[in-house]
């Protein structure tokens, strides 16, 4: 059975720093093309980086320069981090899939940007 599992978040202040990790069991993630998505309040889930399964990363123009995610060298761990938070980060992250039917999805870890 797969599960995601996201931790690394918390309370930061504007400019501040943070890396947030997926730690994956019943699967290995370079089989995938993975991705993390983050969901503010009142908004939809969207995408902000991927990772393809042969380690080719892509970001969203909101994130681009400030984000970076890549994988650790166990085959059951993903990163994101992220540099230069702005207010606008402020969301619960979530790593899934980026193509086909997700996994089950993990609760997320929330990040609060503020001062």
């Known amino acids: 059975q797969v599960q995601l599992v996201e931790s690394g978040g918390g309370l930061v202040q504007p400019g501040g720093s943070l890396t947030l990790s997926c730690t994956a069991s019943?699967?290995?993630?370079?089989?995938?093309?993975m991705g993390w998505y983050r969901q503010a309040p009142g908004n939809q889930r969207e995408l902000v980086a991927r990772l393809s399964s042969v380690g080719l990363p892509a970001y969203a123009d909101s994130v681009k320069g400030r984000f970076n995610i890549f994988r650790g060298s166990a085959n059951n761990m993903m990163y994101l981090r992220i540099d230069s938070l702005k207010p606008d980060d402020t969301a619960t992250y979530y790593c899934?899939?980026?193509?086909?039917?997700?996994?089950?999805w993990g609760q997320g870890t929330q990040v609060i940007v503020s001062s």
């Open positions: 899934n899939k980026v193509d086909g039917a997700a996994f089950p």
């Open positions: 019943g699967i290995i993630l370079s089989d995938y093309n």
